[in-house]
């Protein structure tokens, strides 16, 4: 068994880090899911993801594929009055976890990387049973492997994802670039860089793709 908590215990998962790691993957997920929609995260790690947007009034379930896992993120999880939902469950077969559209967005980061070509479209599909929306990040080819990866992420162009996406059978595919910039550029960098309209541009240069799939 590969070890997940190890692994998130080296890579500095703080809630601080995880708000500006994935600040455009969460404005996106906002965006896209109605006011008080359900939310499901899946491979949610430390699930300090699905803690924003609990936090944001969304209705969120964290699931992850071991109790080892969702053990860890319940003790993670720091702010009181909260609600959240936890689930063990596999992100390859969702539809027996949930009801089919039970939400309406369906979220996850630092995941699909990790299996192969017919994992990540049979996954895919499972997500299309379960969720009217697909909202998720990955690390793309413009990113480098370092001592801090896992290990046996594939970092594929966003023409292959785009790819992968339409065979699992969906119809519509937007490509963002997430906002991977060294700490001092978000204080530097004027607001509209982070509009997702005006700086479209950005996916071609950013070391993470997020696509939003439907
Ligand atoms: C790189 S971590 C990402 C965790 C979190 N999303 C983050 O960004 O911190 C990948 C996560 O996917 C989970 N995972 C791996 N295989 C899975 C599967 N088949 N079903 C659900 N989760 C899985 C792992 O347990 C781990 O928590």
């Not at 996106?28 to 947007?53: F, R």
């Not at 596999?90 to 979220?107: A, H, M, N």
């Not at 801090?148 to 963002?176: D, P, T």
Request: charged share 25%; with cysteine.
């Amino acid at each position: 068994m590969l070890n997940w908590v190890n692994y998130f215990n080296n890579t500095n998962r703080t809630l601080f880090n995880e708000s500006i790691r994935n600040r455009r993957l969460l404005e996106i997920i906002m965006q896209e899911t109605p006011v008080k929609g359900k939310i499901l995260e899946a491979g949610c790690g430390t699930a300090l993801l699905s803690l924003l947007l609990a936090d944001s009034g969304f209705d969120v379930t964290a699931m992850d594929l071991t109790d080892e896992v969702i053990e860890y993120a319940k003790k993670r999880f720091c702010l009181n009055g909260i609600k959240l939902n936890y689930k063990r469950g596999d992100i390859l077969k969702l539809g027996s976890f949930f009801e089919e559209k039970e939400f309406d967005t369906i979220c996850h980061s630092g995941v699909l990387e990790h299996f192969s070509d017919d994992e990540i479209i049979r996954s895919l599909k499972e997500h299309k049973k379960i969720s009217k929306k697909v909202v998720f990040n990955i690390p793309n080819n413009r990113n480098k492997l370092t001592q801090k990866s896992f290990g046996n992420e594939r970092l594929m162009n966003n023409r292959v994802w785009v790819r992968l996406i339409q065979q699992a059978g969906y119809a519509s595919v937007k490509v963002y670039g997430g906002y991977d910039l060294i700490r001092p550029s978000y204080f530097l960098l004027p607001g509209a860089f982070f509009n997702r309209r005006i700086s479209c541009w950005w996916k071609w240069f950013s070391r993470h793709s997020i696509f939003v799939c439907q």
